[in-house]
């Protein structure tokens, strides 16, 4: 299972993070980016087959492929805005991560505009 490979390799990086973090602390914050990215790389397969499968399921029911698309968009700006919260506040930095944190919020809520304008639109359709 492929989640016994990942929990290993953070337990791991952990491990040589926490023994070097007094030491040499820039290290230890590269260590962390480094097994970020090492698992987003492991994970990557995974995302592109749901990817493909929610397309595929899309043009089934004759979805708009621009809603799916924003939709994507946004789970990939929640995703990325967390880890680079994270590795801010890996590095003590808390005011910058709530910062990334708010400007990931507010680019999610840029891409929902057209969602909510459709909503409105096909609800203003069904009122008379």
Request: with cysteine; glycine share 6%; aromatic share 6%.
């Amino acid at each position: 299972m492929e989640i016994f490979q990942i929990v290993g390799l953070a337990l791991v990086a952990t491990i040589f993070s926490v023994l070097l973090r007094n030491d040499k602390p820039e290290l230890a914050i590269q260590i962390g980016i480094v097994t970020g990215a090492a698992i987003f790389l492991l994970m990557i397969f995974k995302i592109s087959a749901v990817v493909t499968l929610l397309q595929e399921i899309a043009k089934k029911v004759n979805l708009d492929t621009v809603y799916l698309t924003t939709v994507l968009k946004i789970i990939g700006i929640a995703y990325i805005t967390t880890f680079g919260a994270e590795v801010c506040r890996d590095a003590g930095e808390s005011a910058i991560a709530a910062k990334v944190e708010f400007a990931g919020k507010i680019m999610i809520m840029v891409l929902t505009v057209p969602i909510l304008m459709a909503v409105l639109d096909i609800m203003l359709g069904i009122i008379p």
